[in-house]
């Protein structure tokens, strides 16, 4: 099991950007995937973007070109940079792990879940 905290989150306006990091605690890192999810009032959890060990990675159709993922493993943290936000991208984000190398984008997939942190866009 691994424990994660967001962190980065906040108010912003439309077309600005955020970083937002994801620490791990844990020696095994490095073997887990790691995955970006958000949730908005009244929806469900939708994937973000995901990225393995090794390193590749994979975004949602609706993020691509805005959005990267990226992982520092010597720091046990994943990152997500948020550039050109939108209104629609308000949501809370949260942060997943599962042992593996493959690119997980489904929730159920994901073993430990973050707390979230709030990411706020305005028009």
């Known amino acids: 099991q691994v424990q994660l905290v967001e962190s980065g989150g906040g108010l912003v306006q439309a077309g600005g950007s955020l970083r937002l990091s994801c620490a791990a605690s844990?020696?095994?890192?490095?073997?887990?995937?790691m995955g970006w999810f958000r949730q908005a009032p009244g929806k469900e959890r939708e994937f973000v973007a995901a990225?393995?060990?090794?390193?590749?990675?994979t975004l949602a159709d609706s993020v691509k070109g805005r959005f990267t993922i990226s992982r520092d493993n010597a720091k046990n943290t994943v990152y997500l940079q948020m550039n050109s936000l939108k209104p629609e991208d308000t949501a809370v984000y949260f942060c997943?792990?599962?042992?593996?190398?493959?690119?997980?984008?489904?929730?159920?997939?994901?073993?430990?879940w973050g707390q979230g942190t709030q990411v706020t866009v305005s028009s």
């Open positions: 997943a792990a599962r042992s593996g190398n493959f690119l997980y984008t489904r929730a159920g997939m994901y073993d430990d």
């Open positions: 990225i393995r060990w090794s390193g590749g990675s």
């Open positions: 844990g020696r095994t890192f490095s073997s887990y995937a």
